[in-house]
C-alpha cells in the first residue's frame, strides 16, 4: 500500500476552472477535444495501477466522464482493474452467478432513463436522467468496495453527491430515512424471471447517512459511463457498508418517516442488517467478517471496521449497539 | 471393452475438470478471484463424483449394468481428491494454514463442520479403498463403507449452508442424494419382505 498524503496536487493536475466551468456544457454537446489537455492533467488518468481508459469495447458509450478527482476521497490502496471490476459482478437481475451480468446484462437500455422522487418531499416528481445530474458536479471517488461474501474491491467511481441532490427536492421535516428501487423489466433483465430476491430489488439508508458526503450516486466509473453489469446507469455507493446496499439502475427515490423494507433483509433477516456497516467484529453467522480477498490477491486480507471510512462515519453511530443493529 | 481399458477411460474422465479449470486459467488468466473459481470447482466436483459413485449400485441393480461395478471404488476415490483438493485450498488461501483459525471455523461454522466431517469420512474410506483392506477388515469393512452415505449428506448439508440465495443446484444435488439412498432403502425393505 502506498502511503500518500493528501496531496497539494501540482497546478498542471489541477483543471483549469474555465475548462472545469465548462464541464457540463461539454459533457452535453459529447466533445471530448475540447477535454484532450485537461485529461492530461487528470490524476486518474495517470494513476498507475488504474487500467488506461479503453477504447469502447463492451458497448460502453464514448461520452467521456473526465471528472476531477476530489482528492479528499481516494483510497491509497491500489485501484482494481478494470476487467476484474467489470466481470465480477452480483447483480441477479442478470443470473446469480458473478460472470452473468457481464455475459448477459446487454439487454439493459440505460437510456432513456428517468428517476421517480417522491415521498417526503416537496418536489416530487420523475426526472430524466440527464436532468437530474445535470446541475451537479460529477467527482471521481476512489472508494473501497466490500462485499459481504468476504471480497473487495478499489473502484475509481464517477458521481455526484447524494446529499446535494436529495436537498434540490426538499425533504420534508418528515423524512427520516431514504428508500431505493431497482428497475423491474424480465425483457431487459431476464434473472427477474426467478424469485430468487423478491423484485423489485429494494435498499434504504438513514437520512443522515445519505446526507454524509461519502454517499454517492454513481454515473460512471474508470473516466467511463457505468458499463450495464455494474448498475447502469446510475446506482448509490454507500463505501462503508457492504456492497449490497449499493443498489444498482435505480429507478425511484423516495423519503419516508420509517425505515423502509430492504431486499436482502427480507429474505434473512439473522443474516443481513438494514444498516450492513462493515464490521470485523460482527460475523455474518455462517462465515467471519474478519478478513477480506482483495480481488487480484490470493491471500486474504484484515477488513477495517467501516470499511477504512471510521474518521467520517463513526459518529454517525455513537451509542449505537452495532451487533445488534448490524 | 477391457476392464483396464474402461478404468483408464473413467481415471481420465475424473481429471477432465480439473485440466478444465487449468486450461482456462492458461488461456483466460486466473481471472479476478482464482482462489473461488478453485473452491467452487474442486466442491462441485466432488460431489458430483460422490454421488456418481453412489450411482454405480443402482446402476447395476436396475439397469444391469454390471460393468460399472469396478469403477465405483475410482470414483469414490475422485470424490476423495477433488474433496481434498478443496480442504487444500480453503485452509492454505482462506485460512493461511492458521490452525488455530481453521480450527475455530470448524467448531463454529455449522457449514465447515459438515464439510470437515464428510472429508473425514472419505477420508477413512480412501485409505481403506485397497483390496488388502477389504480383506484384512471383512465384514466391518462393509460396515464402515456404508458411511459413505453419512458423507453423502454431510456434502449436500455443507453446500445448502453456503447458499446465499440460489438454492437450486444445492436442491438437486439433494435430489439426486435422496433419489440414490431412496432406491436402497426401497430394495433393502423387499430383500427383507421377500
Not at chain 2, 449452508?161 to 438437486?172: G, Q
Request: net charge positive; with cysteine; proline share 7%.
Amino acid at each position: 500500500m502506498r502511503k500518500k498524503d493528501l496531496p497539494s496536487l501540482p497546478s498542471s493536475e489541477i483543471t483549469d476552472e474555465a475548462v472545469f466551468l465548462n464541464r457540463r456544457e461539454i459533457l452535453r454537446l459529447g466533445t471530448t477535444a475540447a477535454l484532450g489537455a485537461a485529461l492530461a492533467g487528470c490524476p486518474a488518468a495517470e494513476e498507475a495501477d488504474a487500467e488506461p481508459v479503453r477504447p469502447d469495447t463492451s458497448g460502453l458509450r464514448a461520452l467521456d466522464f473526465a471528472s476531477p478527482e476530489n482528492p479528499a476521497y481516494r483510497a491509497e490502496d491500489p485501484v482494481s482493474s478494470f476487467e476484474d471490476a467489470t466481470t465480477y459482478n452480483n447483480f441477479y437481475e442478470f443470473g446469480t452467478g458473478k460472470r452473468d451480468p457481464r455475459k448477459n446484462a446487454h439487454t439493459l437500455r440505460p437510456e432513456p432513463w428517468s428517476v421517480v422522487i417522491d415521498g417526503e418531499v416537496g418536489k416530487p416528481g420523475r426526472v430524466g436522467l440527464e436532468e437530474l445530474i445535470a446541475p451537479a458536479v460529477l467527482e471521481e471517488r476512489i472508494y473501497r468496495f466490500r462485499c459481504v461474501e468476504a471480497w473487495s474491491m478499489v473502484v475509481p467511481w464517477v458521481g455526484l453527491s447524494l446529499g446535494d441532490l436529495l436537498r434540490r427536492f426538499e425533504p420534508t421535516r418528515k423524512a427520516k430515512y431514504v428508500a431505493f428501487e431497482t428497475l423491474v423489466d424480465v425483457e431487459q433483465m431476464p434473472g427477474q424471471r426467478r424469485r430468487v430476491i423478491d423484485w423489485p430489488y429494494r435498499e434504504g439508508l438513514r437520512l443522515d447517512e445519505a446526507m454524509n458526503p461519502l454517499s454517492i450516486l454513481a454515473v460512471g466509473m474508470y473516466g467511463r459511463v457505468l458499463p450495464n453489469q455494474n448498475g447502469a446507469p446510475i446506482r448509490l455507493v454507500v463505501p462503508w457498508k457492504y456492497g449490497f446496499k449499493s443498489i444498482k439502475s435505480i429507478v425511484r427515490i423516495t423519503l419516508t418517516e420509517r425505515q423502509p423494507p430492504t431486499s436482502w433483509n427480507m429474505l434473512q433477516p439473522s443474516e443481513y442488517g438494514f444498516y450492513a456497516n462493515v464490521n470485523p467484529e460482527v460475523s455474518h453467522p455462517r462465515w467471519s467478517q474478519a478478513r477480506e480477498r482483495r480481488l487480484g490477491n490470493f491471500r486474504k486480507q484484515p477488513t477495517l471496521p467501516f470499511n477504512g471510512y471510521g474518521e467520517q462515519v463513526a459518529s454517525l453511530y455513537t451509542g449505537m449497539d452495532l451487533r445488534r443493529f448490524f | 471393452m477391457t476392464r483396464f481399458r474402461l478404468q483408464a477411460i473413467t481415471i481420465v474422465v475424473t481429471l477432465l475438470p480439473a485440466l478444465g479449470l487449468g486450461l482456462r486459467f492458461a488461456t483466460e488468466g486466473p481471472g479476478p478471484n482464482p482462489v473461488e473459481d478453485l473452491t467452487h470447482v474442486t466442491g462441485e466436483w466432488a460431489l458430483r463424483f460422490l454421488l456418481l459413485s453412489l450411482a454405480v449400485t443402482p446402476a447395476r441393480r436396475f439397469l444391469g449394468w454390471q460393468w460399472a461395478q469396478p469403477l465405483r471404488r475410482t470414483l469414490g476415490l475422485a470424490a476423495f481428491g477433488y474433496a481434498a483438493a478443496h480442504l487444500a485450498t480453503w485452509s492454505i488461501f482462506d485460512l493461511g494454514l492458521d490452525l488455530e483459525a481453521i480450527l475455530a471455523d470448524v467448531l463454529e461454522r455449522p457449514y465447515v463442520t459438515a464439510g470437515m466431517a464428510a472429508f473425514a469420512i472419505l477420508l477413512a474410506l480412501a485409505v481403506t479403498s485397497t483390496r488388502s483392506s477389504i480383506k484384512r477388515l471383512g465384514a466391518r469393512w462393509v460396515s464402515l463403507h456404508r458411511a459413505v452415505y453419512a458423507a453423502g449428506a454431510l456434502a449436500v448439508l455443507h453446500h445448502f449452508w453456503l447458499v446465499k440465495a440460489d438454492y437450486r443446484p444445492a436442491i438437486v444435488h439433494g435430489a439426486l442424494l435422496a433419489g440414490l439412498l431412496g432406491a436402497r432403502f426401497v430394495w433393502m425393505r423387499r430383500a427383507r419382505a421377500a
